[in-house]
């Protein structure tokens, strides 16, 4: 019984560790030409460069933007490093 809890409470914070994804991001608007660097969560099952942009374009498009790439996914520890690069488009989408 003993090792079935120590075996739950691992799954649990291993769960809990995954629980958050973020993506980092290039995207453009024409006339004028604008580009963006951006940092987004996206949702635990798009935590791959494909899924998040599939999860991402929609969301740009809504607001003129065209997707170019997905640089990265990663944990909640990638986010600081990249606060200050993201500007007004950090944890915008």
Known sequence: MKHAVLILAFL???SAAQAECYADY???RDNPLQLQYGVAQ???SACSKQA???????KLKADGWTLLTVLS???PDGLEQR???AGQYFLRY
């Open 12 to 14: 649990a914070s291993a």
């Open 26 to 28: 290039k995207a453009k």
């Open 42 to 44: 996206v949702s635990d």
């Open 52 to 58: 998040a942009a599939r999860e991402l374009a929609p």
């Open 73 to 75: 996914t990663f944990g």
């Open 83 to 85: 606060k200050a690069s």
